[in-house]
Nanobody
């Protein structure tokens, strides 16, 4: 089956850390771009980070740069999102997505343009 499985969410205090994982199956993982998005209640889905597996380039939203790190384990078809120094405003449902194309440095965070595959969400709650 072609699918993405996100995991690793939970409840953490402000300043803490979580590591999200996105396990992929059924497609040529190492040729795809994998992205992480989040959606808080009442808000739209926003891009958090993405990695182009073909060359390992990484991209981050300004709100998470310096706190979050995306990495890819091509041998395990898994992308991780290490989230450090978490803030209450990071609270959201986090989703991973895959696309065979990279949308560009200024467009990768447009969730509606990721059309190939989305995983289910994982809840991240950061308490103050």
């Amino acid at each position: 089956d072609v699918q993405l499985q996100a995991s690793g969410g939970g409840l953490v205090q402000a300043g803490g850390s979580l590591r999200l994982s996105c396990a992929a199956s059924g497609f040529a993982f190492d040729a795809y771009t994998i992205g992480w998005f989040r959606q808080a209640p009442g808000k739209g889905r926003e891009g958090v980070s993405c990695i182009t597996n073909s060359d390992g380039n990484t991209y981050y939203a300004s709100s998470v740069k310096g706190r979050f790190t995306i990495s890819s384990d091509n041998a395990k078809n898994t992308v991780h999102l290490q989230m450090d120094s978490l803030k209450p405003e990071d609270t959201a449902v986090y989703y991973c997505a895959a696309d065979p194309y990279f949308l560009g440095e200024t467009h990768w965070d447009s969730a509606r343009d990721w059309t190939f595959l989305w995983g289910q969400g994982t809840q991240v709650t950061v308490s103050s």
